[in-house]
């Protein structure tokens, strides 16, 4: 259905999504990127890092919560394993400048339970270290969701990230993949590869998601 159609018929449906939930084989990942095989149609989905630690490998089943963003010019599905996590994506895209790509970046930037500290105690200085946020934009997040946010937290777990095992990818592999991902999210080249040369120097899992989750801790101190 072409992006103006569809658009109309999400108006009809009194803004509802038509797109709720997929559930198939994981055809493709790559940080902040999925496509998802549902009967022979392939989805292409994008999803916060805390998400795409959690997917295994090409091949596997996998059911996630989605959110259809219809724009004049494309359609957009954001990805999400949880109903927390997609409720914490759809709170921060309430707030004024802050667009669903922001939000993925937020998610990706700092853990959930990070993410809501931060927030609450108004921790400009973390907020604004992720890519994209500004300090009036941190200060936004803070006045516009402080209580919003009070009651809301993560189980052990649940939105966090947890490294799979390499299966056989070489150390420049997972380099370069990594760097990839953190300069997608907005890093300035210098930062992230200082930031992957650090993590892949730590004891720890070799996988691009656990080096991945190292670096971004780092940065996010």
């Known amino acids: 259905m072409p992006p103006r159609l ?3 018929k999400l108006q009809e449906n009194g803004g509802r999504e038509l797109i709720a939930q997929l559930t198939g084989k994981l055809a493709h990942k790559q940080p902040n990127s999925i496509i998802i095989d549902v009967g022979g149609v392939g989805y ?10 959690e997917l295994g490998e090409p091949g596997a089943d996998i059911s996630l919560r989605i959110h259809t963003n219809v724009r004049e010019d494309a359609i957009q599905l954001f ?9 914490l994506f759809l709170k921060l895209t309430s707030v004024t400048g802050i667009g669903p790509k922001l939000a993925v970046t937020m998610l990706s930037g700092l853990a959930a339970n990070d993410l809501i500290a931060a927030i609450r105690n108004n921790d400009l200085a973390r907020l604004t ?3 994209g946020v500004g300090r009036k934009t941190a200060e936004r997040l803070v006045v516009e969701l402080r209580e919003k946010l009070a009651k ?3 189980e052990a777990g649940e939105a966090e990230p947890a490294g799979s095992q390499a299966a056989g990818i070489s150390r420049e592999a ?4 990594t760097v990839a991902a953190l300069l997608a999210l907005g890093y300035p080249k210098a930062v992230a590869e200082k930031a992957v040369e650090r993590a892949l120097a730590e004891a720890g899992e070799g996988s691009i998601e656990a080096v991945l989750k190292r670096a971004l801790r780092r940065m996010s101190r």
């Open 44 to 53: 292409e989905v994008t999803v916060p890092l805390s998400t795409f630690y």
């Open 152 to 154: 809301m937290t993560f």
């Open 6 to 8: 569809l658009k109309l």
């Open 174 to 177: 997972v380099r370069d993949d």
């Open 79 to 87: 990805g999400f394993r949880t109903f927390n996590e997609k409720e």
């Open 129 to 131: 270290g992720i890519p």
